[in-house]
């Protein structure tokens, strides 16, 4: 085991990691609501043209975005959350992942130390321990 191995810090970057990851799908989700919200009217006229070639060059962006956000609204089992929902969740990831750096940072210096002590040992084991003989090397045949 190395010396910055440890469970709590390795349980910090794990909380750490599951924090950002859901903090980017809440992200995405907020998108793809502002995206729906936006481009739900341009997509009812494209649908009304009878889904007209010339409508959609026209407007072009704004389908395929309403077409991506209606992907991740397809995506998301039972309701879709409301952006004051996932904005609330964001808040409150934000803070405990706020929370988590801040002891990562305390613990950083004392991993530094330990770093420091195990590099000076394996200097000193390296240089002054005498090194285990192989017991196949000893047991020469005589001839």
Excluded: C
Excluded at 80 to 95: I, Q, R
Excluded at 113 to 140: A, C, G, M, W
């Amino acid at each position: 085991m190395a010396w910055s191995d440890n469970e709590h810090d390795e349980d910090i970057y794990a909380s750490i990691r599951e924090k950002q990851n859901r903090m980017k799908e809440i992200n995405q989700l907020r998108q793809a609501i502002r995206d729906y919200r936006r481009t739900k009217d341009v997509y009812a006229q494209y649908k009304a043209s009878g889904w007209s070639p010339k409508f959609y060059n026209e407007h072009r962006a704004e389908i395929e975005d309403h077409k991506k956000a209606q992907a991740v609204y397809s995506s998301v089992e039972g309701k879709m959350p409301t952006l004051k929902e996932l904005s609330a969740e964001y808040e409150a990831l934000k803070s405990e992942k706020e929370a988590d750096d801040a002891a990562l940072e305390e613990l950083k210096p004392q991993f530094t130390t330990l770093n420091h002590i195990k590099y000076n040992f394996d200097v000193l084991e390296r240089d002054y321990l005498p090194e285990e003989k192989d017991p196949r090397q000893e047991e020469s045949p005589e001839r």
